[in-house]
């Protein structure tokens, strides 16, 4: 079945360092891949998609790239702000059984 | 524009009593419907979903329920809380069927606490 697997965190990083959230999928057939953010005490919102390979979805400053060779869509941010502090799901909708699987989430701290 | 609510957003209820939480969108039809739970410290667990009325698919078995009275109400259900389903409840909706992205958009939440 569908699996998404993220990086562990919790992440704590300087205020304006650069930042990347590793995650990789494995999929039956040409998944969607998304990034949601959950500030605290929220639902979550979409961050950015990408629906086919070598797409490029960005928001916000944070940019993924769908990369079908490494079955990975990893979260960058050349300069992240304290503001940036939420939980980050990296998630795939591969269309059959109208689900979206989640990572497991990784949590951001900024601090300044 | 199409919203999502689901309400209460804060509940604490003693191990054995009853649960309900709504959920309700507005502003589109004929959607897909989602419950998820969000356990302290981890991640997104697909409880229930919802392609129409009536049309219920359950992900885990547990002591919780899912209905569809109508096309835009979702509800969540126990007959007798436990403590393990404390967590943060999060209802979701997307377009429906052929023409859904994978597009999820969420409500606010509501946090349960059973004592």
């Known amino acids: 079945g569908d699996s998404v697997t993220q990086m562990e965190g919790p992440v704590t990083l300087s205020e304006e360092a650069f930042l990347t959230i590793n995650c990789t999928y494995t999929?039956?057939?040409?998944?969607?891949l998304f990034w949601y953010v959950q500030y605290p005490g929220e639902g979550l919102q979409l961050l950015l998609k990408?629906?086919?390979?070598?797409d490029k979805g960005s928001n916000k400053g944070f940019e993924a790239t769908y990369r079908k060779e490494t079955t990975s869509f990893h979260l960058e941010k050349g300069s992240v702000q304290v503001s940036d502090s939420a939980v980050y799901f990296c998630?795939?909708?591969?269309?059959?059984?109208?689900?979206?699987?989640f990572g497991t989430g990784t949590k951001l701290q900024v601090i300044p | 524009s199409q919203t999502i609510h689901q309400w209460p957003a804060t509940l604490v209820q003693p191990v054995g009593s009853p649960l309900s939480l709504e959920c309700t969108v507005e502003?589109?039809?004929?959607?897909?419907l989602y419950w998820y739970r969000q356990a302290a410290g981890r991640g997104l667990q697909l409880l229930f979903y919802?392609?129409?009325?009536?049309?219920i698919s359950s992900e885990v078995p547990q002591n919780l329920s899912a209905s569809r009275p109508q096309d835009r109400q979702f509800i969540l259900s126990s007959k007798k809380l436990l403590l393990s389903d404390s967590g943060f409840y999060l209802c979701?909706?997307?377009?429906?069927?052929?023409?859904?992205?994978?597009?999820?958009?969420f409500g606010e939440g509501s946090r349960l606490t059973v004592l």
């Open positions: 979701a909706w997307s377009v429906g069927r052929k023409v859904n992205t994978g597009e999820l958009f």
């Open positions: 999929a039956t057939g040409y998944p969607s």
């Open positions: 990408a629906t086919k390979a070598d």
């Open positions: 998630a795939l909708y591969s269309g059959g059984y109208q689900k979206v699987t």
């Open positions: 502003g589109t039809s004929n959607p897909n």
């Open positions: 919802s392609v129409g009325i009536g049309q």
